[in-house]
């Protein structure tokens, strides 16, 4: 303890604030040991845990293994994390001698990325890692106290700096804190809840800036207890009667795409949206259908791409060109603003409908918002089997003889 007093202090007396000499000491716990126990000077610092906690029986199991694959969800990640902020240290070092310099997207902005259960410590990293490239603050960034009423304090004072708080939501309801009857989950998504309904009040007025509500739910739900339960059942109902909450469950990757694209490319997603409106109240359109085709059948569609535009809607199309990254990009956000989707059935085979049928069904966890009014699948020459479709609403649209306009219009008509 000694050694860590005498090196803030020299650092403090190098012109280095206390609050970034801190910073420079990591705190690894073989054990845990209550606050109580801690030294006041590292209380409050983020811990890197070389054990777990089971959630039943309460035994400490300290990690003692390196090189399995159970090691590698346990003491790797700790380690990964250790390594990972202490080279952040290190390039806020350079960056602050003008030697490095840093992406300027996130700066200055700070995202609450909530504390979660053990099950989802991995994919908790995962996502803090990507916000912390673009130069997003994370908090919390130190320890939560135990007692109640300076957790909640601070829980608040956090989400009071940050534009955005995301929950991960797994197969187990979390740590309760002693002198509560809930967990720390639970007690960070209601004063988030609390912050996001402040700030839609007062967005009325100009006086806060935007707070939105991010909740990720696993894919893998299962097996969970009847608390878990109702937390998560909860959540569904408070989130339906919010603006600024979403709730998605998507694999983790999707997930990040989504917080990417929320974040980072907000600016431009709101310049695209303003040109949607302009250009909607200029030709009075109908709605957007977004028409899915294979470039196979580029010219089998020309003559109906022709029909529906004549028909005053706008229409998009998948992009072809590109990398594989800008052409899924398109798809997304074409996903995201259609009001009709159709799917045609040229040359390509069943097992491309089907994909692009469940991409339908994907995309409010892409982050859509708006009602669907009707999706169609055109059915041509390979067409056997339409149970598929019809199973998820999709209405279909004979296309084997000659086509006929009349089935189409039927769809259409239900966007205006």
Request: hydrophobic fraction near 40%; include cysteine.
């Amino acid at each position: 303890m000694d050694d860590i007093l005498y090196f803030t202090d020299a650092l403090t007396n190098a012109s280095v604030s206390a609050q970034d000499a801190k910073k420079r000491v990591f705190k690894v716990v073989k054990y845990p040991v209550s606050p109580e126990n801690e030294p006041s000077k590292i209380r409050e610092q983020l811990a890197y845990n070389l054990f777990n906690v089971n959630t039943e029986n309460g035994f400490v199991n300290e990690f003692r293994d390196f090189f399995s694959a159970e090691a590698e969800n346990n003491y790797w990640i700790q380690m990964v994390n250790l390594a990972y902020d202490m080279q952040e240290v290190l390039d806020n070092i350079k960056e602050t001698e003008g030697r490095k310099e840093k992406s300027t997207i996130g700066v200055g902005k700070h995202i609450y990325l909530a504390e979660t259960s053990n099950d989802l410590i991995l994919q908790r990293n995962i996502i803090k890692r990507e916000l912390q490239k673009y130069g997003y603050k994370i908090l919390p960034d130190r320890n939560l106290p135990s007692n109640m009423l300076e957790m909640e304090s601070i829980i608040k004072k956090d989400l009071e700096n940050c534009q955005m708080s995301i929950h991960l939501i797994g197969n187990t309801y979390g740590d309760v804190p002693k002198g509560s009857d809930i967990s720390v989950l639970e007690i960070q998504n209601k004063f988030a809840a609390e912050r996001s309904h402040l700030s839609a009040f007062l967005q009325k007025t100009n006086d806060d800036p935007a707070f939105s509500r991010l909740i990720w739910l696993t894919p893998d739900l299962n097996a969970i207890n009847d608390k878990q339960y109702n937390f998560i059942e909860n959540l569904k109902k408070d989130i339906e009667s919010e603006d600024t909450a979403e709730m998605v469950q998507t694999p983790i990757e999707d997930f990040k795409s989504i917080i990417r694209r929320q974040l980072i490319e907000d600016v431009h997603t709101h310049d695209r949206n303003i040109k949607f409106k302009a250009d909607q109240s200029r030709r009075q359109i109908n709605g957007q259908v977004y028409f899915i085709y294979d470039k196979v059948d580029r010219n089998a569609v020309e003559p109906i791409l022709e029909y529906i535009k004549n028909k005053e809607f706008d229409v998009s199309t998948p992009l072809f060109e590109g990398n594989l990254l800008d052409i899924q990009k398109q798809h997304i956000e074409n996903l995201k603003m259609f009001d009709i989707a159709i799917v045609y059935q040229g040359f390509v085979s069943e097992q491309w409908v089907k994909m692009k049928i469940l991409d339908l069904l994907k995309a409010p966890g892409y982050g859509r918002k708006k009602p669907i009014f009707a999706k169609a699948l055109i059915a041509g020459r390979g067409a056997k089997n339409y149970d598929f479709a019809e199973s998820f609403d999709v209405e279909i649209i004979d296309n084997t003889l000659d086509f006929s306009s009349d089935d189409l219009d039927l769809v259409l008509s239900q966007a205006t």
